[in-house]
């Protein structure tokens, strides 16, 4: 049976090998990363790769490997509840979880999800007094420019979130109390985890 630490090491070979398939996407994934929080990041960039004019930001990632004697449709992952404020500290992230089975060779499937800082912030509101809380994760598709699209729509939504993640957040029910006219204006995109956006305006 393969020690965690080896399982970890073949999914995150799996990712790379993914990632750098791409056009635009490059992964700098450490087998042997001892970084506390991540396991390596993405660099994102606009036109041909490895050129740092061409450098649109880096993507912080999380690897984990689990073994199932079966393949999933979506898979369900636990992380503990204080890593939500270091991942909000750092602008959000992407996280893998690596299914394997080992046959004769290693068959795998990729799941991935994109956690922004408001996303982030609204999980950790929802489950605090918990030790851990649990996110749904989708399957990576074999079209990779759905990555890099998905990718450089993080950056961009990141940065904007990031600036404001630790304002005091207004409620709508404060703002109509005093019947005043209230007009609400939002940029943002959606991931395939995302947290209802009416809800975490209105949450109370």
């Given at each position: 049976m393969k020690s965690t630490t080896q399982i970890e090491r073949i999914a995150a070979n799996f990712v790379r090998s993914y990632i750098d398939k791409t056009d635009k996407l490059r992964s700098y994934i450490d087998d042997n990363d001892k970084t506390p929080m991540w396991d390596g990041s993405i660099f994102v960039y606009r036109d041909e790769p490895d050129k740092n004019k061409n450098l649109?930001?880096?993507?912080?990632?999380?690897?984990?490997?689990?073994?199932?004697?079966?393949?999933?449709?979506?898979?369900?992952?636990?992380?503990?509840?204080?890593?939500?404020?270091?991942?909000?500290?750092?602008?959000?992230?992407?996280?893998?979880?690596?299914?394997?089975?080992?046959?004769?060779?290693?068959?795998?499937?990729?799941?991935?999800?994109?956690?922004?800082?408001?996303?982030?912030?609204?999980?950790?509101?929802?489950?605090?007094?918990?030790?851990?809380?649990?996110?749904?994760?989708?399957?990576?598709?074999?079209?990779?420019?759905?990555?890099?699209?998905?990718?450089?729509?993080?950056?961009?939504?990141?940065?904007?979130?990031?600036?404001?993640?630790?304002?005091?957040?207004?409620k709508l029910k404060d703002a109509i109390s005093h019947d005043e006219k209230v007009v609400l204006e939002t940029e943002f995109v959606t991931t395939k985890n995302s947290c209802n956006l009416w809800a975490a305006i209105t949450e109370r």
């Open positions: 649109e930001g880096v993507v912080k990632t999380q690897i984990k490997g689990k073994t199932v004697t079966k393949f999933h449709n979506k898979e369900k992952f636990s992380i503990p509840l204080f890593n939500l404020e270091n991942y909000m500290r750092g602008a959000g992230l992407i996280y893998f979880v690596v299914e394997l089975i080992k046959e004769e060779n290693w068959n795998y499937k990729i799941f991935y999800t994109l956690l922004l800082p408001i996303e982030l912030k609204s999980l950790w509101k929802k489950n605090k007094g918990r030790s851990e809380v649990m996110i749904n994760l989708f399957p990576l598709s074999s079209q990779y420019s759905i990555l890099e699209e998905e990718l450089r729509d993080f950056l961009i939504n990141s940065v904007k979130q990031q600036s404001y993640i630790n304002t005091p957040t207004l």
